[in-house]
C-alpha cells in the first residue's frame, strides 16, 4: 500500500473519534492545502478522497467549514462542489453562491430541482447568465425574480423579460423593477400596462365609484391611449418586436390603427402595415410617403383592411401628408376632424366608416381635454 493511502487511512480513522469541532477545523484546513500547496499527484488524489469523504460528515459543521474552505475556488474538484450545493441550505448557499465551478446547465438543474431558497441563490450570484435567467424567468416565484432583477450582474433577455412580465406582471413591486429599466423593450413596456390598467379596474375603491360599463370604456380609452404613447416613443429596431406582440395580442385593429395614423406615430404605423401586409417595409414606407390613392388603397387592402374603411385610411394618409408639412403637437385633432367633415357630409358614407370616425373623434375630444388640463394645472402652478 501507498504512502498516499496510509495517510488518509489515518485521517480517516482518526476523524471516527474525534470531535465534530475538531474535525471541522482539519475540513478547513484540508480543503485550503488542497487549493493552496503544491502536492505530488497521489497526495492530491488522497486529500480529495478524504473531502469527499466528509461530504458524509454527520455534523453540518464540519460540511461547513469544507464549503468555506473551497466555494470560491476555480479548480475545485466538481464532484465536491455538486454534492454541497445539495446540502442543506447554509452550506448548500455557500458554494451556490460563489463557486466559478458551475457550468449553466448545473445551476438550471440546481433551479429546476431546488427549493426557492435555491433559485434565491442563483439569481443573487455575482454573475448569472441569460440561459440561467431564462430558466429563473419561467419558473422563479415573486422573490426569486426580484432577486434576479435587483442583480445587476444578471444578464436578461428580451425573451426572458416578456416572459417575466406575462407571469408577474401584476406584482407591482415586480412592475416597477422592470419599468425602471431605460432598455425595456416596448412589447413588454405595453404588456405591463394592460398589467396597471387590470390592476385599477380591480380596485374596490374605482369600482364602487364608476360603473362597469363605463369603466370598461374608460379603460379600454385609457389602454388604447397609452398604447399609441408607447409606439410613438419606441427606438426603430424595437418597432417590428412591438407590431409582432400587438398583432398577436388582437390590438392592431382598425380603430387602432387609425388612432396611431392620426396621431403621427407614422414609423410605428408603417411597421404596423408591414407586420399586416409582410410588404418589404421600404416599399411600405414608399408607398405611404409618395403613392398614388390606388397604390396606398392597394397596400391597406392586402394589410386586410376591407374596401369600405380603407377608402378611409387612404384619405387620412393623404390629410397627413398635408398635415405633417404644418402640425405640431395637434396632428390628431387636424386630421380627424378634416375626416368627420368629409366622411359626415358624404352621402352614403359606408356605416363601418362612420364608426371608425366617431372613434376617432371621440379621442380625439379625450385629447384635447388632457391637454386643457394639462394647461391649467401649469398656468395654477405659475400664478402660485
Same mark, same amino acid.
Given at each position: 500500500?501507498?504512502?498516499?493511502?496510509?495517510?488518509?487511512?489515518?485521517?480517516? #480513522?482518526?476523524?471516527?473519534?474525534?470531535?465534530?469541532?475538531?474535525?471541522?477545523?482539519?475540513?478547513?484546513?484540508?480543503?485550503?492545502?488542497?487549493?493552496?500547496?503544491?502536492?505530488?499527484?497521489?497526495?492530491?488524489? +488522497?486529500?480529495?478522497? =478524504?473531502?469527499?469523504?466528509?461530504?458524509?460528515?454527520?455534523?453540518? #459543521?464540519?460540511?461547513?467549514?469544507?464549503?468555506?474552505?473551497?466555494?470560491?475556488?476555480?479548480?475545485?474538484? @466538481?464532484?465536491?462542489?455538486?454534492?454541497?450545493?445539495?446540502?442543506?441550505?447554509?452550506?448548500?448557499?455557500?458554494?451556490?453562491?460563489?463557486?466559478?465551478?458551475?457550468?449553466?446547465?448545473?445551476?438550471?438543474?440546481?433551479?429546476?430541482?431546488?427549493?426557492?431558497?435555491?433559485?434565491?441563490?442563483?439569481?443573487?450570484?455575482?454573475?448569472?447568465?441569460?440561459?440561467?435567467?431564462?430558466?429563473?424567468?419561467?419558473?422563479?416565484?415573486? %422573490?426569486?425574480?426580484?432577486?434576479?432583477?435587483?442583480?445587476?450582474? =444578471?444578464?436578461?433577455?428580451?425573451?426572458?423579460?416578456?416572459?417575466?412580465?406575462?407571469?408577474?406582471?401584476?406584482?407591482?413591486?415586480?412592475?416597477?423593477?422592470?419599468?425602471? @429599466?431605460?432598455?425595456?423593450?416596448?412589447?413588454?413596456?405595453?404588456?405591463?400596462?394592460?398589467?396597471?390598467?387590470?390592476?385599477? &379596474? &380591480?380596485?374596490?375603491?374605482?369600482?364602487?365609484?364608476?360603473?362597469?360599463?363605463?369603466?370598461?370604456?374608460?379603460? @379600454?380609452?385609457?389602454?388604447?391611449?397609452?398604447?399609441?404613447?408607447?409606439?410613438?416613443?419606441?427606438?426603430?429596431?424595437?418597432?417590428?418586436?412591438? +407590431?409582432?406582440? *400587438?398583432?398577436?395580442?388582437?390590438?392592431?385593429?382598425?380603430?387602432?390603427?387609425?388612432?396611431? *395614423?392620426?396621431?403621427?406615430?407614422?414609423?410605428?404605423?408603417?411597421?404596423?402595415?408591414?407586420?399586416?401586409?409582410?410588404?418589404?417595409?421600404?416599399?411600405?414606407? &414608399?408607398?405611404?410617403?409618395?403613392?398614388?390613392?390606388?397604390?396606398?388603397? +392597394?397596400?391597406?387592402?392586402?394589410?386586410?383592411?376591407?374596401?369600405?374603411?380603407?377608402?378611409?385610411?387612404?384619405? +387620412? %394618409?393623404?390629410?397627413?401628408?398635408?398635415?405633417?408639412?404644418?402640425?405640431?403637437?395637434?396632428?390628431?385633432?387636424?386630421?380627424?376632424?378634416?375626416?368627420? @367633415?368629409?366622411?359626415?357630409?358624404?352621402?352614403?358614407?359606408?356605416?363601418?366608416?362612420?364608426?371608425?370616425?366617431?372613434?376617432?373623434?371621440?379621442?380625439?375630444?379625450?385629447?384635447?381635454?388632457? %391637454?386643457?388640463?394639462?394647461?391649467? =394645472?401649469?398656468?395654477?402652478?405659475?400664478?402660485?
Amino acid at each position: 500500500m501507498s504512502g498516499h493511502y496510509v495517510i488518509i487511512e489515518a485521517f480517516l #480513522r482518526w476523524a471516527e473519534t474525534a470531535k465534530a469541532e475538531g474535525r471541522a477545523r482539519a475540513a478547513n484546513a484540508l480543503g485550503r492545502a488542497y487549493l493552496q500547496s503544491v502536492m505530488p499527484a497521489g497526495e492530491r488524489e +488522497a486529500a480529495e478522497m =478524504a473531502m469527499t469523504y466528509l461530504l458524509d460528515d454527520p455534523s453540518p #459543521r464540519v460540511r461547513l467549514a469544507l464549503a468555506e474552505a473551497v466555494a470560491r475556488a476555480p479548480n475545485t474538484p @466538481r464532484g465536491i462542489i455538486l454534492s454541497l450545493a445539495e446540502d442543506q441550505p447554509e452550506i448548500a448557499g455557500q458554494v451556490i453562491l460563489l463557486s466559478p465551478v458551475f457550468t449553466d446547465g448545473d445551476l438550471i438543474d440546481l433551479a429546476l430541482r431546488g427549493s426557492d431558497v435555491t433559485r434565491v441563490l442563483i439569481a443573487s450570484r455575482g454573475q448569472v447568465s441569460r440561459p440561467v435567467s431564462a430558466a429563473l424567468a419561467e419558473i422563479g416565484g415573486e %422573490t426569486e425574480i426580484l432577486c434576479l432583477l435587483e442583480n445587476d450582474a =444578471a444578464s436578461l433577455s428580451r425573451v426572458s423579460l416578456k416572459r417575466i412580465a406575462e407571469r408577474l406582471g401584476d406584482h407591482a413591486e415586480i412592475r416597477g423593477l422592470l419599468l425602471a @429599466r431605460d432598455t425595456l423593450p416596448s412589447d413588454v413596456r405595453h404588456l405591463l400596462m394592460r398589467h396597471v390598467c387590470a390592476a385599477l &379596474s &380591480s380596485s374596490s375603491l374605482i369600482q364602487a365609484t364608476i360603473d362597469a360599463g363605463r369603466l370598461q370604456h374608460i379603460t @379600454r380609452e385609457a389602454s388604447e391611449t397609452a398604447t399609441v404613447s408607447i409606439a410613438g416613443s419606441v427606438q426603430q429596431d424595437d418597432i417590428p418586436h412591438l +407590431a409582432e406582440h *400587438l398583432r398577436q395580442s388582437g390590438w392592431l385593429t382598425p380603430a387602432f390603427l387609425m388612432h396611431a *395614423l392620426c396621431s403621427g406615430k407614422v414609423d410605428f404605423f408603417a411597421g404596423a402595415i408591414t407586420n399586416l401586409s409582410g410588404c418589404d417595409e421600404r416599399r411600405v414606407r &414608399s408607398i405611404l410617403s409618395t403613392g398614388r390613392v390606388y397604390a396606398v388603397r +392597394a397596400l391597406y387592402e392586402s394589410a386586410g383592411l376591407p374596401r369600405d374603411i380603407s377608402v378611409v385610411f387612404v384619405e +387620412a %394618409t393623404l390629410i397627413w401628408r398635408e398635415a405633417s408639412q404644418t402640425s405640431g403637437g395637434g396632428m390628431l385633432d387636424n386630421v380627424s376632424v378634416r375626416l368627420m @367633415r368629409k366622411f359626415h357630409v358624404a352621402e352614403r358614407s359606408p356605416a363601418a366608416a362612420i364608426q371608425l370616425l366617431d372613434m376617432v373623434e371621440k379621442i380625439a375630444n379625450a385629447e384635447r381635454r388632457q %391637454t386643457a388640463r394639462s394647461f391649467a =394645472a401649469l398656468a395654477a402652478l405659475a400664478a402660485a
